[in-house]
């Protein structure tokens, strides 16, 4: 079975850092395109970042310079570091394999991020 | 960024009701127009991808159409799960955006 499971959400102060993961099983991070969406509480669905299985990676404006896609092919697993936390960040975060940079097929259950002072 | 605009934003129907929502592109996205659901405290689940083709495991009742800038996602026959919020999203340029979403309550 295809699984994909984020971890790392919390409460953090504006300013702060965070590290989210997303363990797969079932597919290999390395092969696909992962990407990140977000959805702010009560809200929409925003695209955040994607990372190609060749490596390259894009960014939604809004979180550019400040987060960071990777990924451990050892550990199978996709990571959005998340640096200068703004109160506009909080969110359940989501990854999603991005079937051939197309639509998204395969979604974890997320993870809430909490910015707040 | 292309702005993708949903239309009704929520809507009521019964259940058998032929349901239609619209997507419109502030310009083409050519056929990378997906459609998704998304049910309270879940994830997001694609039904349709490439403005027509029924994701396997979807039911026939979900249907999408259109072409360039415009579409529509239609369930022929409203069921009771089917009461959930519905996002498009376009995959033709990043950042790939997606709609406000419409919410539909089953009557």
């Known amino acids: 079975e295809v699984q994909l499971v984020e971890s790392g959400g919390d409460l953090v102060q504006p300013g702060g850092s965070l590290r989210l993961s997303c363990a797969a099983s079932?597919?290999?991070?390395?092969?696909?395109?992962m990407t990140w969406i977000r959805q702010a509480p009560g809200k929409g669905l925003e695209w955040v970042s994607v990372?190609?299985?060749?490596?390259?990676?894009y960014y939604a404006d809004s979180v550019k310079g400040r987060f960071t896609i990777s990924r451990d092919n050892s550990a199978n697993t996709l990571f959005l570091q998340m640096n200068s936390l703004r109160a506009e960040d909080t969110a359940v975060y989501y990854c999603?394999?991005?079937?051939?940079?197309?639509?998204?097929?395969?979604w974890g259950r997320g993870t809430l991020v909490t910015v707040s002072s | 960024d292309i702005q993708m605009t949903q239309s009704p934003s929520s809507l009521s129907a019964s259940v058998g009701d032929r349901v239609t929502i619209a997507c419109r592109a502030s310009?083409?996205?050519?056929?990378?127009l997906n459609w998704y659901q998304q049910k309270p405290g879940r994830a997001p689940k694609v039904l349709i991808h490439?403005?027509?083709s029924l994701q396997s495991g979807v039911p026939s009742r979900f249907s999408g159409s259109g072409s360039g800038a415009d579409f529509t996602l239609t369930i022929s026959s409203l069921q009771p799960e089917d009461s959930a919020t519905y996002y498009c999203?376009?995959?033709?340029?990043?950042?790939?955006?997606f709609g406000r979403g419409t919410k539909l309550e089953i009557k």
């Open positions: 310009q083409s996205v050519r056929t990378y």
């Open positions: 999203q376009q995959s033709y340029s990043r950042p790939y955006t």
């Open positions: 999603a394999r991005d079937q051939r940079g197309d639509y998204l097929d395969v």
């Open positions: 990372m190609h299985a060749g490596g390259d990676t």
């Open positions: 079932g597919l290999i991070v390395s092969n696909n395109y």
């Open positions: 490439d403005i027509s």
